[in-house]
């Protein structure tokens, strides 16, 4: 069985960095693309940024030049590493990939942007 843990989320003040990271366990032949999501309170879960199978990247428009999401096949981690953070950043941030054929969602992690 497949399953993601987040990790990596936190408060940090406006200008500042994190790191999150989503965890593979479980058996899989392949991820065909994996993706961060975010859902701030009262608002729809958007995308973020999203890498398909052969690298391509895309980003949304209010992240782009700050995000840059990336892997490592070596330890079935995908990560969204998160710089020049703004308040309007805040949000419940979730991996989700589609491995063999299925998609799968991590449990979210909470960033908070503030001073």
């Known amino acids: 069985q497949v399953q993601l843990v987040e990790s990596g989320g936190g408060l940090v003040q406006p200008g500042g960095s994190l790191r999150l990271s989503c965890v593979i366990s479980g058996s899989f032949f392949s991820i065909d693309n994996m993706g961060w999501y975010r859902q701030a309170p009262g608002k729809q879960r958007e995308l973020v940024a999203i890498m398909v199978n052969g690298g391509s990247t895309n980003y949304a428009d209010s992240v782009k030049g700050r995000f840059t999401i990336s892997r490592d096949n070596a330890k079935n981690t995908v990560y969204l590493q998160m710089n020049t953070l703004k308040p309007e950043d805040t949000a419940v941030y979730y991996c989700?990939?589609?491995?063999?054929?299925?998609?799968?969602w991590g449990q979210g992690t909470q960033v908070t942007v503030s001073s």
């Open positions: 989700r990939l589609a491995i063999d054929g299925r998609y799968y």
